[in-house]
């Protein structure tokens, strides 16, 4: 799944420069070799010999909406897990919920894995070894531990609320809770933010030019868990009390989001272009920065001043430009990056860092 640097094909390779033949040092013509071959393919912008630099990506929609859910589910494991370590009686009894929410936001992500690696029946082959330092060996492995738990531990407070009878329930309550907690919340933050890591891994100008996008997905991953979370919070009656808590971690993870991905930009230089001013600029500004980032702070903000019946309407929509505002970010990067490609001085700029 990574993008490679293109070398031509054995048996094809470029004809030499004039004065470049044997006995000649490349040198001899008064430029180098690599600087002559570029400037004679279009200064840099053609790729060399009109052979593009890097490889289109080929992934198709299922990445970034297992970039999406993956995130969403982790960042609701984490909020859930905090209201039980730290919040009131009615936090944990109305957050303990964000458990059912992370479990059904994994359970499509492995067949949306699965899917895309194109022969589904080797998927397993991915799990046959352990790498930690491999962003997708990591994150399978990650997803692969993660799932289980997050339907252990709704499972658990099902028991609790008296959704589950007989033996299922007598099993449920045999879960170690704060073990499970402890556990999940660590491989959350690693699916949360490993996702932004495998991009970076690849050649991809848009992906790669900045260490942040690791950052960048972890801090919108717990925006949009602690937003779905708030969501079901509001749907449910909860106390204002605890939706105004709900909405503080909320707003702290926007900030954080919106403060990374400054970051990330300014660091990727021209390299953003095709997110900032491409085609995928309306989805990115409009969509992840503003409905996403901007536009929920400053409904929290209202909200704080507001009536019980006007805090749950904006705690509602304040959580939807979030949650929508999340899939918009990863889309609109995921996108762009492909065009990102294409851009063959952006590449050469790249190899150059």
């Given at each position: 799944?990574?993008?490679?640097?293109?070398?031509p094909?054995?048996g094809?390779?470029?004809?030499?420069?004039?004065?470049?033949?044997?006995?000649?040092?490349a040198h001899?013509s008064?430029?180098?070799?690599p600087?002559e071959?570029?400037?004679?393919?279009?200064?840099?912008?053609?790729g060399?010999?009109?052979?593009?630099?890097?490889?289109r990506?080929?992934?198709t929609?299922e990445?970034?909406?297992?970039?999406?859910?993956?995130?969403l589910?982790?960042?609701?494991?984490?909020?859930?897990?905090?209201?039980?370590?730290?919040?009131?009686?009615?936090?944990r009894?109305?957050?303990?919920?964000?458990f059912?929410v992370a479990?059904?936001?994994?359970?499509?992500?492995?067949?949306?894995?699965?899917?895309?690696?194109g022969?589904?029946?080797?998927f397993h082959?991915?799990l046959?070894?352990?790498?930690?330092l491999?962003?997708?060996?990591?994150?399978a492995?990650?997803?692969?531990?993660?799932?289980?738990?997050?339907?252990?531990?709704?499972?658990?407070?099902?028991?609790?609320?008296?959704?589950?009878h007989?033996?299922?329930?007598?099993?449920?309550q045999?879960?170690?809770?704060?073990?499970t907690?402890?556990?999940?919340?660590?491989?959350?933050?690693?699916?949360?933010g490993?996702?932004?890591?495998?991009?970076?891994?690849?050649?991809v100008p848009?992906?790669?030019?900045?260490?942040l996008?690791?950052?960048v997905?972890?801090?919108?991953?717990?925006?949009?868990g602690?937003?779905?979370?708030?969501?079901?919070?509001?749907?449910?009656?909860?106390?204002?009390?605890?939706?105004h808590?709900?909405?503080?971690?909320e707003s702290?993870?926007?900030?954080g989001e919106?403060?990374?991905?400054?970051?990330?930009?300014?660091?990727?230089?021209?390299?953003a272009?095709p997110?900032?001013t491409?085609?995928?600029?309306?989805?990115f500004?409009?969509?992840?920065?503003?409905?996403?980032?901007?536009?929920?702070?400053?409904l929290?903000?209202?909200?704080?001043?507001?009536?019980?019946?006007t805090?749950?309407?904006?705690?509602?929509?304040a959580?939807?430009?979030?949650?929508?505002g999340?899939?918009?970010l990863?889309?609109s990067?995921?996108?762009?990056?492909?065009d990102?490609?294409?851009?063959?001085?952006?590449?050469?700029?790249?190899?150059?860092?």
């Open positions: 799944m990574t993008g490679g640097n293109f070398s094909p054995r094809n390779s470029p004809p030499p420069l004039a004065g470049e033949g044997p006995g000649l040092p001899a008064g430029a180098s070799a600087s071959r570029l400037r004679r393919s279009g200064g840099g912008t053609q060399y010999y009109d052979y593009p630099v890097v490889r990506p080929v992934w929609w990445v970034p909406a297992y970039f999406w859910l993956g995130g589910g982790a960042g609701a494991f984490v909020t859930a897990s905090l209201a039980q370590t730290f919040g009131s009686a009615d936090d009894r109305i957050a303990a919920d964000g059912y479990a059904a936001a994994l359970l499509p992500c492995a067949p949306l894995l699965i899917g895309d690696l022969r589904p029946d080797r082959h991915m046959r070894i352990f790498k930690p491999s962003p997708m060996n990591l994150g492995w990650t997803l692969t531990g993660l799932t289980p738990l997050a339907f252990a531990r709704g499972a658990s407070h099902a028991a609790d609320t008296g959704l589950l007989g033996p299922l329930r007598a099993i449920a045999l879960v170690p809770r704060r073990l907690e402890v556990l999940g919340s660590f491989l959350s933050l690693t699916l949360a490993y996702s932004g890591v495998l991009l970076g891994a690849t050649n848009l992906w790669a030019k900045s260490k996008l690791g950052g997905f972890m801090a919108s991953a717990l925006s949009s602690s937003a779905a979370v708030s969501l079901q919070a509001a749907r449910r009656g909860a106390p204002e009390a605890t939706l808590r709900l909405a503080t971690l702290a993870a926007s900030l919106m403060a990374i991905l400054t970051g990330y930009l300014v660091q990727s230089g021209k390299a272009r997110l900032t491409g085609r995928f600029a309306p989805a500004w409009l969509g992840a920065v503003f409905a996403g980032g901007l536009l929920p702070l400053l929290h903000g209202v909200a704080r001043r507001g009536h019980s019946r805090v749950r309407s904006l705690s509602t929509a959580a939807m430009c979030s949650m929508i999340s899939l918009a990863r889309w990067i995921f996108e762009a990056g492909k990102s490609s294409e851009d063959q001085s952006a590449s050469f700029d790249l190899s150059k860092a």
